[in-house]
């Protein structure tokens, strides 16, 4: 079946706009996370969302950075007022609500702020 | 815990030799670990994963190692080929968090 996907692959905007990056989960996955990740770097975890259950948002870096799931399924994690600092590649994963909590990883954005 | 802002330690080695990636893990408590690699431009993939209940688990060519008494977890890759090289990244989770902790990744170069 289909894996995680995100969009847009790339993304390159100027500093002061608003971001949104967008990813859609595999079917049936009720867990959702992102997680930023800078070049040459490990992943950060931003936010969490599990089922209906209120967000972990503990990973987010500041109140730019906000990410919402609508009907269970996609989520869209939006970056306001981005800065340079923000230029990362961002990536969604989702798993299973009741599995082992292996996660499935899509391709990531890569924002670059100019 | 979170491997942020840290730089990735790199580990080369020459092709067709073995190789073992090492990884400190941060809970004791923690009962269920995974392997990722990520190759360049792409999202981290699944590779082996390995219970607490467990101290080797074999795949294709990979091995994980459990040891639960240092908190020391690796992976060994046999034979290694030119698409071995990528960041490896262990991660760790207690069942019913649902949420994995990753380590800080290591980064692989297999030179021919």
């Known amino acids: 079946g289909a894996g995680v996907s995100q969009s847009p692959s790339n993304k390159v905007t100027e500093k002061g706009k608003d971001v949104e990056l967008r990813c859609d989960p595999i079917s049936g996955h009720t867990a959702l996370y992102w997680y930023r990740q800078s070049l040459g770097q490990g992943l950060e975890f931003l936010i969490y969302?599990?089922?209906?259950?209120?967000?972990?948002k503990s990973g987010l870096p500041s109140d730019r950075f906000s990410a919402e799931r609508t009907g269970g399924s996609v989520s869209t994690l939006t970056i306001q007022r981005t800065q340079q600092e923000d230029s990362a590649v961002y990536l969604c994963?989702?798993?299973?609500?009741?599995?082992?909590?292996?996660?499935?990883f899509g391709p990531g954005t890569r924002l670059l702020v100019l | 815990g979170e491997s942020v802002g840290l730089h990735l330690p790199t580990l080369s080695v020459q092709e067709g030799d073995n190789s073992i990636i090492n990884c400190a893990y941060s809970?004791?408590?923690?009962?269920?670990f995974i392997w990722y690699k990520q190759e360049s431009g792409k999202g981290p993939q699944f590779i082996i994963d390995i219970r607490s209940n467990m101290d080797k688990r074999q795949g294709q060519r990979v091995t994980v190692l459990l040891n639960k008494t240092v908190k020391h977890l690796s992976l060994q890759i046999a034979a290694t080929q030119p698409g071995d090289s990528a960041v490896y990244f262990c991660a760790e989770t207690l069942q019913g968090a649902q949420k994995l902790v990753f380590g800080q990744g290591t980064r692989l170069t297999i030179n021919p």
């Open positions: 809970n004791s408590a923690s009962d269920y």
């Open positions: 994963a989702s798993s299973l609500a009741t599995g082992t909590g292996k996660e499935y």
């Open positions: 969302f599990q089922g209906n259950s209120a967000p972990d």
